[in-house]
């Protein structure tokens, strides 16, 4: 059972243009949720997160918006860039005390063409 | 910054053999995970460690185990490895209530 899902795969975009990825999530528990970054023969890096009593966190050009009741969460990335090229993680955590456990998503691969 | 290493970048293994991944992370981290990422399936757990002696099984244990006699290392093993097991496999650490994680650059390991 999928607990924290990316429906797209992939999603390409122009330079400059708005990216936005989406992740939806079943757990109503979860009340932690990140975004990470992996590039190819990396490791995945942490990229924004927000908590569950927040609806919106921005870092840069990058936000995260939080609609709890769609379970639904969505990284913008403004303007795109080429160097944002990667697959991108959602992440989930239900509050696992200290073990910091998260449920990940299985990754959009986004291309931002020049 | 966090470093988390891991002993391998590419790997070659034949079935049946059983294998070793290291990791290590200095910054003293107590929880300590090891995933797998497969194409379409995102980052599965497969083990995870919330302090030395400590684990517990993840979503996808079966033919693994795993092994954390110091703080900084969590070692991961396939008893008998399969071609199943042919995978990228992701080593990542966090602060006991912290949820982000530092991930290591990962192993590519190829049963054969």
Redesign the interface.
């Known amino acids: 059972d999928q607990q924290v899902k990316q429906n797209s795969p992939s999603l390409s975009v122009q330079e400059g243009r708005i990216s936005i990825l989406n992740c939806d999530y079943t757990n109503s528990m979860f009340d932690y949720f990140l975004w990470y970054k992996k590039y190819p023969a990396e490791g995945p890096t942490f990229l924004i997160s927000i908590s569950s009593i927040k609806d919106k966190n921005e870092d840069g050009r990058f936000t995260v918006f939080l609609n709890k009741s769609a379970k639904h969460l969505s990284l913008h990335i403004v303007p795109s860039q080429p160097g944002d090229s990667a697959v991108y993680f959602c992440a989930a955590s239900a509050g696992s005390g200290n073990t910091g456990k998260l449920i990940f998503g299985q990754g959009t691969t986004l291309q931002v063409k020049p | 910054d966090v470093k988390?290493t891991q002993s391998s970048?590419y790997l070659v293994k034949r079935t049946g053999e059983k294998v070793f991944l290291e990791c290590v992370q200095d910054m003293d981290h107590?929880?300590m995970?090891w995933?797998r990422q497969d194409p379409?399936?995102?980052?599965?757990?497969i083990y995870?460690s919330?302090d030395v002696k400590m684990k517990?099984k993840g979503d996808i244990p079966e033919g693994y185990s795993v092994s954390r006699e110091k703080k900084e290392r969590f070692s991961l093993i396939l008893e008998s490895a399969s071609t199943n097991q042919t995978s990228m496999y992701?080593c990542?650490s966090?602060?006991?209530?912290?949820?982000?994680?530092?991930?290591?650059?990962?192993t590519?390991l190829t049963v054969t």
Do not use: D, I, K
């Open positions: 988390v970048r107590e929880n995970f995933y379409g399936l995102g980052l599965r757990l995870f919330y517990e992701l990542a966090t602060l006991g209530h912290s949820y982000e994680q530092y991930f290591g650059p990962g590519r």
